[in-house]
């Protein structure tokens, strides 16, 4: 929680009440690989911060196939916000793919942060408008680049992810069959 | 604009200072089919709320082929949010793919409006979380579905799209060929 809460303080002018309010909303938890926090279908209450590891959102599809939405490793937010913002059921599963940190924050107290402490709205702010770019990116990237550059681009900004994903993970981030991850990955080696 | 001020006060207690500073800001344009409002490689001054009419934001690839990020139709906002909000040159262009009516707003002006006049952050803060879901579902759409599946939706997106857009705009939107588009067309009408 220190390093959340100095990272914060870079950012804004974080009143000891609003540092308060955040202890008293979370809580530390160590979750272990394959872990389920937050399950298709269920009520989503909780946001995880992560301080350790590496955690993934995903769906289902109706064929069973998984795909993946989210990696998030260290300093990284993830839960499902599409449930939590249109406050429906969880379409996604969150797991964890390693044993792993968390700040476990309750998604609801959470999101009454803004109205009770509204230095966080400008910072919130830049988060959702920085999330937002980095989406319209993904979709840029999946219509214009081929397969072999969007799993170039994957490696630079999770660069040691391979040691502990499966390839079955990473193909269903990209969009692509297992089989094709491994021919991109000989050629790359090949090339 | 006195639509868009209207629909503003269902969401917010807005001042007549508040008022009189978005009215300072913008100003009413009518656009010509295939008028290019922003072009990729300069600096985005305007951001776009559509009141008539249908345009299209789009990054073209290396091989000069264009990709469809966005079409924005009555009361959506059309801009390129990638360079305003990373401060960068535009990387996308924005055209009329009809004669439009917009109100156009000046860029920095409207990114000073949080600052100014903070009953706008809970608001946009609203936005930017519908905007975020709707990503993350085109993402796990393109994933998850069939190129006729994600037709299907997008006419219920956009339902009479189809009569004043190309079909290269459509397919160039859900990452398909032309010839994909055709095939899927000739199928749905023959089911």
Redesign the interface.
């Known amino acids: 929680m220190k390093e959340l809460i100095s990272k914060l303080k870079n950012n804004i002018d974080l009143s000891p009440e609003a540092e308060e309010y955040l202890h008293s909303i979370s809580s530390n938890r160590e979750v272990s690989k394959g872990e389920v926090l937050i399950r298709e279908g269920q009520t989503v209450r909780y946001t995880y911060f992560v301080t350790d590891g590496c955690l993934r959102s995903f769906?289902i599809?109706k064929n069973g196939?998984q795909?993946?939405?989210q990696f998030a490793i260290k300093e990284w937010w993830i839960s499902d916000?599409?449930a939590i913002?249109?406050n429906e059921l969880a379409t996604l599963t969150v797991e964890s793919i390693t044993d792993s940190k968390v700040i476990e924050f309750k998604a609801m107290d959470l999101a009454n942060i803004?109205?009770k402490y509204?230095e966080f709205?400008?910072f919130?702010?830049g988060n959702?408008?920085?999330?937002?770019?980095s989406?319209?990116?993904?979709?840029?990237n999946?219509?214009?680049l081929t397969a072999a550059e969007r799993y170039d681009l994957f490696l630079q900004q999770y660069p040691d992810i391979e040691s502990y994903t499966p390839n079955y993970h990473i193909a269903?981030y990209l969009?692509i069959t297992q089989q094709s991850l491994s021919r991109i990955r000989k050629e790359k080696a090949n090339a």
């Open positions: 769906c599809d196939r795909h993946t939405l916000f599409i913002y249109n803004f109205t509204s709205e400008a919130q702010r959702l408008e920085r999330h937002v770019v989406l319209q990116k993904r979709i840029l999946q219509l214009q269903s969009g």
